[in-house]
Each structure stands twice: as structure tokens, then as C-alpha cells.
């Protein structure tokens, strides 16, 4: 459908339309797959899941499955819970190295160290933010960080 109406406007030499044309088609295929896409470009307009993925795991809460894990995984240190409790900040799902250091008195460096321990034991993740790295606690981190409590 979407290439025959855009080729029916590109053949009566209606290029805007053809173009709004495709766009309307492209951010429908996106929406129409939308569980099952981790990023989506085309004619203009990109989709990226993950941000959207990771909102929705901080909200909801572990699973049974990731309580006994967690259980099992428990050994954090007093510097990886209070990243952990950075991480869980209410209002924010990604944060930057340099704010959780600014807010844990723990140097940058230190930070990045412990998040990347903390990423290969699953209990967070990262991604690319505007000014840098990001992180964020992935629901496994979220039920450590409540089993340390």
C-alpha cells in the first residue's frame, strides 16, 4: 500500500505528497512493529526502542525470578549500593558518571570502574546520551539494591 500510493503521486508529479506519503507509511510501520524494533530510520523519521525499554523496566517491579537471583548474586559493597541508589533516583532513568561521582563523593574514574563491574554481573546497563555514556539499573540491579536494604 504504502508503495503504491507513493508511486500513484510521484507518477501526477505531487512530490510533497509523495514524500508525506512516505513518511505517514514509515512511522506507521514503526508504530505497527514497535515491540519488536530496537531502532527505526527512514524518510526522515527514527525510532529508537532501548530508551523507551529501559523507562518501562525501572517502573515496574523484579520479578520472583529476579528476587532469587538477586539472592543469590547479593554481594554488592558499600560503594556499588550507593551507585545503585544514585541510579534509582526518582525522576531519572539514565544517568551521567559525572553526576552519580558528584553525588556519591566518589571520583569519576571509580564510578566508571564500579558501573562496569556492575554491567558484566547484569545489574546495570548503558547507552549513549547527548554529552556521553549513560547508565542506567536494570530490574536484576533494582532487586540487589533492594536485598542490600
Known amino acids: 500500500m504504502?508503495?503504491?500510493?507513493?508511486?500513484?503521486?510521484g507518477f501526477m508529479s505531487l512530490a510533497a505528497e509523495m514524500g508525506l506519503a512516505i513518511l505517514a507509511g514509515a512511522i506507521g510501520l514503526a508504530f505497527t512493529n514497535i515491540d519488536k524494533i530496537s531502532k527505526f530510520k527512514g524518510a526522515g523519521f527514527e525510532a529508537?526502542?532501548?530508551?523507551?525499554h529501559t523507562m518501562l523496566e525501572s517502573q515496574t517491579e523484579p520479578t520472583?525470578?529476579?528476587r532469587e537471583q538477586a539472592k543469590a548474586q547479593g554481594d554488592l559493597t558499600h560503594d556499588e549500593n550507593c551507585i545503585l541508589v544514585c541510579l534509582l533516583k526518582q525522576g531519572y532513568t539514565w544517568r551521567y558518571a559525572n553526576t552519580i561521582s558528584g553525588e556519591t563523593g566518589i571520583s569519576k574514574s571509580e564510578i566508571i570502574d564500579y558501573l562496569?563491574?556492575?554491567m558484566d554481573k547484569g545489574f546495570t546497563k548503558n547507552g549513549e546520551g547527548s554529552n556521553g555514556e549513560i547508565w542506567s539499573i536494570t530490574a536484576l540491579g533494582?532487586?540487589?539494591?533492594?536485598?542490600?536494604?
Open 64 to 66: 520472583i525470578e529476579q
Open 142 to 149: 533494582k532487586s540487589v539494591q533492594e536485598q542490600y536494604r
Open 48 to 52: 529508537e526502542m532501548n530508551m523507551v
Open 116 to 118: 562496569h563491574s556492575l
Open 2 to 9: 504504502l508503495l503504491g500510493i507513493s508511486a500513484t503521486y
